[in-house]
């Protein structure tokens, strides 16, 4: 079935631990995206990519880094996490010739002690 | 630079009633514009976007470029109606930029 996929769904992590969240997506897409969301709040772009060995960094700077080598693809990793890390983050593609329609995975929800 | 402004953080009606919900938008050129919306425990989702012109779940949003607005709408709201609800926009056409930029969001409770 196409979609997009997450994972872990959630992760409690010490301070100063590397971590990879996953994200692959079924759906054919060319165009990837990592949002961060804390709690109540909007949607905050931090990296994206058109297509394989295309990254690019979002509107919020962020610590983490992505990396994109096969198209269903694209993992976020933060080389030491730290407790302002904490946060949920959504992965979510798109296709070329259908607008900006952007298609959610179900997110992974980060905590870091 | 691009930017959305939904200015109720909380919305709360009867069942049965209206429902609006406020987006207003910041953008120099042609924008695209977008509603998602997130149901308790599900992932968040396209409700609708002002090119399709359609309504979806009994929702219509029309964008009126002279107020920068994109105000969603219902007639009769219903139970199942409550979710978060957040206002997209991107560069039309997308071309070089398919960024998305979100408001804040709207949490909508529909109370029986």
């Known amino acids: 079935e196409a979609d997009i996929y997450q994972t872990p769904r959630y992760l409690v992590i010490g301070t100063g631990k590397k971590i990879t969240l996953e994200c692959s997506q079924t759906?054919?897409?060319?165009?990837m995206y990592w949002y961060q969301q804390d709690p109540g709040m909007e949607l905050h772009l931090i990296h994206y990519s058109y297509g394989v060995n295309s990254t690019e960094k979002g509107d919020l700077s962020s610590e983490s880094t992505v990396s994109r080598i096969r198209t269903e693809h694209f993992p976020l990793t933060l080389e030491s996490a730290r407790p302002s890390h904490t946060s949920q983050y959504l992965c979510a593609s798109s296709e070329w010739g259908r607008g900006n329609i952007q298609y959610f995975g179900a997110g992974t929800r980060l905590s870091v002690l | 630079a691009q930017r959305v402004t939904q200015p109720e953080k909380l919305l709360s009606v009867f069942k049965g009633a209206p429902v609006e919900l406020k987006c207003n938008y910041s953008y120099s050129g042609s924008p695209e514009l977008f509603w998602y919306v997130q149901y308790s425990r599900q992932r968040l989702q396209l409700l609708l976007r002002h090119i399709s012109r359609e309504s979806i779940k009994g929702f219509t949003a029309d964008l009126n470029k002279g107020e920068t607005s994109f105000h969603l709408k219902k007639p009769f709201a219903q139970e199942e109606d409550s979710a978060m609800y957040y206002c997209?926009?991107?560069?039309?056409?997308?071309?070089?930029?398919?960024?998305?930029?979100f408001g804040k969001g709207t949490l909508l409770t529909v109370n029986p």
């Open positions: 997209a926009l991107s560069a039309a056409g997308g071309g070089s930029n398919y960024k998305l930029t």
């Open positions: 759906m054919g897409h060319d165009k």
